[in-house]
């Protein structure tokens, strides 16, 4: 015989990602549902042994809206490579 029991566990859900940057919410509302993520650039960057800017063994997480990547896009002195996935 099999017996059963209901288990209640708590699991860790994303609510809203904001960008740190402009500080803006990157919630979409689409099709009568919420969305995160729209757009959203989440980055990693560590710092190396001898860096002049960041720190050596340190990561830096932060997460930029669509609007805030192409403001920084546009200072670059070289563009990114663009691919066109459709």
């Known amino acids: 015989m099999i017996k059963k029991e209901m288990e209640t566990k708590d699991i860790e859900v994303i609510t809203d990602v904001i960008c740190n940057k402009c500080g ?16 959203v650039i989440e980055a990693t960057v560590e710092g190396c042994y001898e860096s002049k800017y960041i720190t050596d063994g340190t990561l830096y997480k932060f997460s930029l809206c669509e609007k805030c990547f192409d403001e920084l896009r546009r200072t670059f002195k070289i563009d990114c490579s663009i691919e066109d996935e459709w």
């Open 24 to 39: 803006d919410s990157l919630r979409l509302y689409s099709g009568g549902k919420w969305y995160n993520y729209g757009g």
